[in-house]
């Protein structure tokens, strides 16, 4: 990622631009406030995989870097940027008309939008039921008992206000896809009961990605995807490692996910049930 100088509007957080997939993307991001995107929200975006066409939802999108990161790198994707807090979908908004998203400008909207809606409230805020090829999402897994920033747009984009979070949003994403749709999920490992229980039998053939720091660090994040309607068994995947040897230098393999080269896609794509 590279982020240009700060920039100021009246009225409105300081900024920057971020290069993101080597200039595919560029992204408006706050600055001294808010969530900055960085490889979770590259590593969620990896999980779609080549080739896929049709409609994603991007659920927390923020500024929207993994559902942009997404549409970049598929040219057949489109994708809607679900954020509920007002500041950080404006700076998607603004995203979107910059001169060097003009590509993706066309495959792209905005939905502001509180993602744990349900029934007509949900429809009604501009998220169908069985529209979606794809799901994504990067929810606020950070427990609220943990360390809180003093910096209200950053705890909303970082902390859990309910306690079946997981629940909400995985039935809203249940609701949106299509049969067989896939959902993508990127949280904590001490989340993975929570986002178990929350699947149900919604969604099947869960695989789960631990990703870890280095060689010999337990893991810090994993990426679970399933398939609504499968009922396939779950399944452990080997492992992504963040960095190569004790400097901060990405692994050959994080190097093409951060950056657009290559997806993690499912090992196995189940099909929905007849």
């Not at 994707?77 to 998203?101: K, Q």
């Not at 950053?154 to 896939?182: C, N, S, V, Y």
């Not at 399933?226 to 963040?242: N, P, T, W």
């Not at 400097?247 to 099909?271: D, F, T, V, Y």
Request: with cysteine; net charge neutral.
């Amino acid at each position: 990622m590279e982020t240009s100088g700060a920039v100021r509007e009246p009225g409105s957080p300081d900024y920057s631009v971020d290069a993101f997939h080597d200039g595919g993307f560029h992204l408006l991001q706050p600055l001294g406030s808010g969530h900055r995107a960085g490889m979770d929200a590259m590593l969620l975006a990896a999980t779609v995989p080549e080739g896929a066409r049709g409609a994603l939802a991007d659920l927390g999108a923020g500024a929207g870097a993994a559902g942009l990161a997404a549409a970049a790198r598929l040219p057949d994707l489109s994708v809607v940027l679900v954020e509920r807090s007002p500041v950080m979908a404006d700076f998607a908004r603004r995203s979107l008309v910059l001169t060097e998203n003009a590509h993706l400008v066309a495959r792209a909207q905005v939905i502001e939008a509180d993602v744990a809606l349900h029934g007509n409230q949900r429809r009604s805020a501009g998220l169908p039921d069985y529209a979606y090829e794809y799901v994504i999402m990067n929810p606020p897994f950070n427990s609220g008992r943990d360390r809180q920033t003093p910096d209200p747009l950053k705890a909303e984009a970082h902390a859990m206000e309910i306690d079946d979070l997981f629940e909400r949003w995985l039935r809203t994403a249940g609701a949106i896809l299509k049969p067989g749709g896939q959902v993508s999920i990127i949280a904590r490992p001490e989340s993975v009961s929570d986002i178990l229980l929350a699947l149900g039998k919604r969604f099947g053939g869960v695989e789960i990605t631990p990703v870890c720091p280095r060689d010999g660090d337990d893991s810090i994040r994993i990426l679970v995807t399933a398939i609504k309607g499968s009922r396939a068994r779950l399944s452990f995947r080997d492992r992504i490692v963040v960095h190569d040897g004790a400097g901060n230098g990405l692994s050959e393999l994080m190097k093409q996910l951060s950056n657009g080269q290559s997806a993690w896609p499912r090992r196995i794509k189940a099909k929905p049930p007849k």
